[in-house]
């Protein structure tokens, strides 16, 4: 286990694909402001009731990545010959619509530490009151 949350050990690679990270974002954590036009932006349901995943994957040289998740853009080539996928996925999330949110808060989270496959972070809403 890492001593400090913002550590992440490295998950192995499983039949040429490591699970590298995964930044996940609650409705309710989103606020109200402009796209930054360098940032990659790309559609999603505006829905309360689903958490949003993009799923950052490595392949090794020659393994095609195989999901059932929808793949964002081409794989990133990197020097060593591996490639990086984004893929986006969804959950159902219990519970009731939560309040527009005064800020958000990212939490760590890894398999040594979480119920979660990929290392990565959580954003959620923060509310004041």
């Known amino acids: ?16 694909v490591c699970k590298a990270f995964a930044i996940a974002v609650t409705r309710a954590a989103l606020l109200p402001q402009p796209a930054d036009p360098s940032e990659l932006v790309f559609a999603v349901e505006d829905r309360w009731d689903r958490l949003v995943t993009l799923f950052l994957e490595v392949t090794l040289n020659g393994v095609d990545l195989e999901t059932t998740r929808r793949v964002i853009t081409e794989p990133l080539p990197l020097d060593d010959g591996r490639r990086l996928w984004l893929t986006l996925g969804s959950e ?3 519970g009731d619509p939560e309040p527009q949110a005064a800020g958000s808060m990212i939490s760590p989270m890894s398999p040594e530490t979480g119920d979660v496959a990929f290392p990565g972070v959580i954003v959620r809403g923060v509310r004041l009151g």
Do not use: A, Q, Y
């Not at 286990?1 to 040429?16: A, L, V, Y």
């Open 1 to 16: 286990m890492t001593e400090h949350p913002w550590i992440f050990t490295p998950t192995p690679f499983e039949n040429g």
């Open 92 to 94: 159902p999330l219990p």
